[in-house]
């Protein structure tokens, strides 16, 4: 079975632009979510998605979004880059269900997003 | 405020000998438990989970301890290899927050021969 896809590995912008990344979750897996890590704030949650809808949403400005697609694909946006956003950006899935609520999350390998 | 706490940024341990990550947490609304290793460049992989409803929980070479009242949790890696050379994270998730994870800043564990 093939693991969480995320695309692109890298990434390079200028401030003040807009990126686009992307993930596939593994197959059968509903629920998405989005992490941000940074060397001084290590791990971050960034939301999360299930259903076409977002349940859960970390502390980050509105310039982070995200959305997910009827196939579980999901994408997340950064509008309005700042220095700040080069961070690595990992998008993880999970089997959501009754039965299996203690599932993991399953990490891709994440986008390496640098704002120049 | 930092609910997981990993507290040594790094270990040394010989090949063949006991590995012995900690990590504690200060939200008791914790249910899930779940330790990740990460290479450079990869994403986290996960290793080993424990619920609260339990003490211990073994794969392999892996196991993971739980003391809820001294909210505390570790991972003995038993024997080390040099391929455990990586970056451990602890993580913990409260009920119904599935794909919501808190983690720890990481202890980096360097496997010698």
Redesign the interface.
Known sequence: KAG?T?TPRYLIKTRGQQVTLSCSPISGHR???W?QQTPGQ????LF?Y?SETQ??K?NFPGRFSGRQFSNSRSEMNVSTLELGDSALY?C?S?L?AASSY?????????T?LTVT | DQQVKQNSPSLSVQEGRISILNCDYTNSMFDYFLWYKKYPAEGPTFLISISSIKDKNEDGRFTVFLNKSAKHLSLHIVPSQPGDSAVYFCAARVTDSWGKLQFGAGTQVVVTP
């Open positions: 969480v995320q629920s998405v979510s992490y290590g791990l971050q949650f999360e299930f349940r859960n970390g990992l993880a999970s959501m203690n599932s993991p999350l399953h990490f891709g390998n994440g390496r």
